[in-house]
Structure formats: structure tokens, C-alpha cells
């Protein structure tokens, strides 16, 4: 599976976008792009996954560049229910099934 | 909407005991996991569980650990001699199998937590 790099932390206005990055530069054609989030600590939601076309759902839009080296999860209007920690995972379609997850982005969405 | 289950949500124990922790999986889905998170550390995988057998599972899982799907519904972790250091929040996690596009999108529990004293 594809290493994944994220900021450690970013902060955001309620009401605003949130755009968390994630670079994936030695993803491999066959894998997916998931995102999850994990508020304090319950388990990870899903939120999202692509595979290179930008896909949107009732959370949150997934951006992911041509080359697939990189994507961008992104949140239209950040509430403060939205503040927890952002996984982005790179997952094959074959093979082993497991997440591996990395530290992740923590978001605060500030009032 | 469909959502994995887990009991008990709180699991103390002294350092020799047994412990197993129970999860309920989405009911259509084939694929069970277990993770873990050591407070303050990653989430960690332990073990993938398809069609009654262990898929794959980490280093973490050693021959302390074992899991079973007793019956139709219930997805269990035993830690046969707890230690310290397996003191951590457990989640269980369930995906379709073979969805399409090759997709497993994994559905977690909301995690027990395990102290061990």
C-alpha cells in the first residue's frame, strides 16, 4: 500500500471550507483513495473514497489530481462537530484488505 | 442506517485475565477486522476474518489473541492473558466482499476500551 502524508494540524473558521491535503506520490494504479475521520476517540467514519475522478457525497467532496499523486478532501462548510483527526489511506483492490493508518491531519474548526 | 456494534464499551481487567470483546458486524457484510489504538498512538491493525478464517493478521496478533464468529451475528476477540501493554481501544470493523469496482469500504465500531491493572 501507498505511504500517505498529511499536515499535522489545521485550523479552520466554522462556516468555511476545510481543504485537507494528502499526498499519496507512490500510489499505484489499482489503488483507491479513502478518507475517515475519527472524532476523540470513537471509531473512524467513513467520509469518502475515489479512484481518480472527484467524487462528492452528502460530507464532503474528494479532489484528486491527474497524476493521482495527491488529493484533497474537502469539507464546503466546516461546522465544529467537524473537528476531530482526518485519515487519508491508499488502499489496493487486491490483495490485503487492511487500513493502514498513518498520524493523520487534526482539524479544529474554530467558532 | 446499519451500523457495527460493540460490547462492552469498557473492559477492566487484571494483568493474567482472559478478556473477550465482543462485535456485532453489519448483517449483509462478509469481511470482520480488528484494529487497535494505543491512547495518544496510531490505529493499528490485528487481524482480517472472511468465510470463517483468519485472511491475514499483523504482528501484533500473536497466540495470545484468537477470534471467532461463534454464530451467525457475533464477531469475537479473545486476549487469552492480558498484559499491560494490550491496555488500548479495540474496534471491529465490517466490509461487503466483492462489491464492485473492487471497492471494500470498512464500517467501524465505536471501540471498546480495554484497562488492564
Known amino acids: 500500500d501507498a505511504k500517505t502524508t498529511q499536515p499535522t494540524s489545521m485550523d479552520c473558521a466554522e462556516g468555511r471550507a476545510a481543504n485537507l491535503p494528502c499526498n499519496h506520490s507512490?500510489?499505484?494504479?489499482?489503488?483507491?483513495v479513502y478518507w475517515y475521520r475519527q472524532i476523540h476517540s470513537q471509531g473512524p467514519q467513513y467520509i469518502i473514497h475515489?479512484?481518480?475522478n472527484n467524487e462528492t457525497n452528502e460530507m464532503a467532496s474528494l479532489i484528486i489530481t491527474e497524476d493521482r499523486k495527491s488529493s484533497t478532501l474537502i469539507l464546503p462548510h466546516a461546522t465544529l462537530r467537524d473537528t476531530a483527526v482526518y485519515y487519508c489511506?491508499?488502499?489496493?483492490?487486491?490483495?490485503?484488505?487492511?487500513?493502514?493508518f498513518g498520524t493523520g491531519t487534526r482539524l479544529k474548526v474554530l467558532a | 442506517e446499519p451500523e457495527v456494534t460493540q460490547t462492552p464499551s469498557h473492559q477492566v481487567t487484571q494483568m493474567g485475565q482472559e478478556v473477550i470483546l465482543r462485535c456485532v458486524p453489519i448483517?449483509?457484510?462478509?469481511?470482520f477486522y480488528w484494529y487497535r489504538q494505543i491512547l495518544g498512538q496510531k490505529v493499528e491493525f490485528l487481524v482480517s476474518?472472511?468465510?470463517?478464517?483468519?485472511?491475514?493478521k499483523s504482528e501484533i496478533f500473536d497466540d495470545q489473541f484468537s477470534v471467532e464468529r461463534p454464530d451467525g451475528s457475533n464477531f469475537t476477540l479473545k486476549i487469552r492473558s492480558t498484559k499491560l501493554e494490550d491496555s488500548a481501544m479495540y474496534f471491529c470493523?465490517?466490509?461487503?466482499?466483492?462489491?464492485?469496482?473492487?471497492?471494500?469500504?470498512?464500517?467501524f465500531g465505536p471501540g471498546t476500551r480495554l484497562t488492564v491493572l
Open positions: 475515489g479512484l481518480k
Open positions: 489511506i491508499v488502499r489496493s483492490t487486491s490483495g490485503t484488505y487492511k487500513y493502514i
Open positions: 470493523a465490517s466490509s461487503e466482499w466483492g462489491t464492485s469496482g473492487g471497492t471494500d469500504t470498512q464500517y
Open positions: 476474518f472472511y468465510n470463517n478464517e483468519i485472511s491475514e
Open positions: 507512490t500510489i499505484s494504479g489499482n489503488e483507491y
Open positions: 448483517s449483509n457484510h462478509l469481511y
